[in-house]
């Protein structure tokens, strides 16, 4: 939303005609003399991989769909009925429910990039020359195009790469131009989160290791220079990322000892901090068959390697890597499942979390067709994989509380400490016995 405000302004809006408010402050800004609402929603039916998987295992409705319903159910909105458009990566869920946006009351839904788009899409509402279309295809905005925030952002997060050329067919961020932000207008926008009272940075980017590189090749003094300039800006306390790639990490490993250094990593002050990586399956026969790129410049039948080395990599230089499996992809058998267990074992000695998701087909992807892997398709297979997630998760529990729990409130520490205390060995014991239950051997 913060980059769609700098649009706007860029493109003939004036300051006092935009606002960017948080959803619970709805009633203090929408009027009769709002003319649109605009909603960035990451996943607004609830059906996306993440949520799915929670959804299917454990039943309930997903919170950002719950979340979204109350927004749109505001008295304010429906008082004043402005123009609603949504945007953001959970669009394309709206965009091919007719039903569902008809039942939300949203009139327009931005697929794609907003940075061109929207300012045209907004003053076309206001001055009701023409029917807005319901479903808008995001132009690709050019660099020029993209203005610096002007206001502070959730978490201090900055985007830093925009598109991914690892080209996995199960992902919605492969199908974006690859680019990346100049280092000026990083910094002039950290600079703005610190203003706006933020004292960390996340930077983002799909693989944070590919910032201003060629191709799939790593350009570590470029990366290396954005940490460093990133971490000394005045008021910035700390610095992570958003997502890396493990080959990118096995490629260059020398870029990550330097970040870690940067970063002071290890240290009292900066104990570790945790990048998402994506594991997704240990099978090499997968790998080749939907996310060729994603081991490059390694082969498929190395992939297995190359995770361990990267999560000892990592692990050595105080990262963690809060990681993702995806059970159920389109051609996957038990020998591919039990090499992946193999692999989630294996990384026993190297702090990080491992999170199971289950395969969900999202529009615009090359697997948008495929059929989507539910709680009745897990086999004692896959109920041995998930309880080796938790196993290891449950073993490294401790030490992650420890570093990131360090600043809460004592009470809360000593609550959560007791909890962990004597709350992981029941826990790992229901986890078993559910999967020998369903014949599952562990």
């Known amino acids: 939303m913060r980059k769609i405000e700098a649009a706007l302004l860029a493109n003939g809006f004036r300051r006092d005609e935009v606002i960017v408010a948080h959803p619970d402050q709805i009633d203090k800004v929408i009027s009769e003399n709002t003319k649109v609402l605009s909603i960035s929603a990451n996943d607004p039916l609830g059906i996306g991989p993440a949520t799915s998987t929670f959804v299917e295992l454990w039943g309930g409705e997903g919170r950002m769909a719950v979340k979204l319903r109350q927004l749109l159910q505001n008295e304010s909105i429906k008082k004043y009925k402005p123009t609603i458009f949504l945007g953001g990566p959970g669009a394309w869920q709206l965009a091919i429910n007719p039903d569902k946006r008809k039942e939300l009351g949203i009139n327009c839904v931005v697929v794609g990039e907003g940075e061109v788009t929207a300012p045209k899409l907004f003053k076309q509402a206001i001055e009701n020359h023409e029917p807005i ?3 808008v295809e995001g132009e690709v905005a050019p660099d020029a195009s993209i203005a610096d925030m002007v206001g502070g952002s959730i978490c201090g997060i900055i985007e830093a790469t925009r598109g991914c050329a690892r080209s996995c067919a199960f992902c919605i961020p492969s199908l974006k131009k690859v680019r990346s932000r100049p280092l000026k207008n990083i910094l002039n926008e950290v600079e703005i989160n610190v203003k706006a009272g933020n004292r960390g940075v996340i930077l983002h980017g799909e693989d944070i290791f590919l910032y201003q590189s060629t191709g799939l090749k790593v350009n570590s003094e470029a990366v290396v220079e954005l940490f460093k300039k990133v971490s000394v800006t005045p ?12 080959s990118s990490a096995m490629s260059s490993p020398e870029t990550v000892q330097k970040i870690s250094s940067v970063l002071e990593l290890g240290t009292e002050k900066h ?3 945790a990048f998402q990586v994506g594991i997704e399956t240990g099978s090499p026969k997968l790998i080749k068959k939907h996310m060729k790129g994603k081991v490059y410049p390694f082969k498929a039948e190395q992939w297995p390697d190359v995770v361990k080395g990267a999560f000892k990599l990592f692990h050595e230089n105080h990262i963690v890597c809060c990681s993702t499996i995806i059970m159920g992809l389109p051609g996957e058998d038990q020998e591919d499942i039990q090499i992946t267990i193999d692999l ?4 026993k000695p190297y702090q990080s979390i491992i999170v199971p998701l289950l395969f969900t087909p999202m529009e615009t992807t090359r ?4 059929k989507p892997f539910l709680k009745n398709d897990l086999t004692p297979k896959h109920l041995e994989l998930l309880t080796a997630c ?3 998760n449950l073993d490294w529990f401790p030490a992650l509380w420890k570093n990131y729990g360090r600043d809460n409130n004592a009470v809360i520490k000593a609550i959560i400490n007791l909890l962990i205390k004597f709350g992981t060995r029941p826990v790992r014991k229901r986890v078993h016995r559910n999967a020998r239950k369903h014949g599952a051997e562990i």
Not at 235 to 246: D, F, I, Q, R, Y
Not at 344 to 347: P, Q
């Open 235 to 246: 008021g910035v306390k700390w610095v992570t990322a958003s997502h890396a790639s493990l």
């Open 344 to 347: 989630i074992k294996s990384l």
């Open 390 to 392: 938790w196993d290891h």
């Open 367 to 370: 697997l948008e067709y495929a």
């Open 271 to 273: 104990p570790t901090k």
């Open 133 to 135: 279309p319901e479903v």
